[in-house]
């Protein structure tokens, strides 16, 4: 009985652990002044820890997303766009119906550019 006990508890952590990580994530709303910058914290914290870049921040202001992106110098421009791509298809789901804009640099260069219309 105890056995069972244990590994529903490890199996309800795991679950708790994967769901707080994936699915709960809510857009920020822009603010009713449009020329008030509203950053979404938990996004932009979620792209400070990517591994291959140096910062970044997603920000909210009149109805456009904008996400930019610094990578490091020994990123390839291959693995950067794979990045960038994966951003903006989250924000795609997250902010529909607003413009998105997400910017890339690295070594001093735009690498992307992306705009998206939702």
Known sequence: MKKILKKLMLITICMSIFM???GCYKAVKPDKDPNKLVQDVKR???IKKEKD??????YVRNNIVTAT????DDISEK????????????LKKEYKGI???VQAVQKNKNIANIIVKN
């Open 53 to 58: 870049l140096i910062d970044g921040q997603v």
């Open 79 to 90: 693995e950067a766009k794979e990045l960038v791509n994966k951003y903006v298809e989250a």
């Open 69 to 72: 992106m610094v990578f490091k």
């Open 20 to 22: 707080s990580l994936t």
């Open 99 to 101: 413009k998105i804009n």
């Open 44 to 46: 932009t914290n979620q």
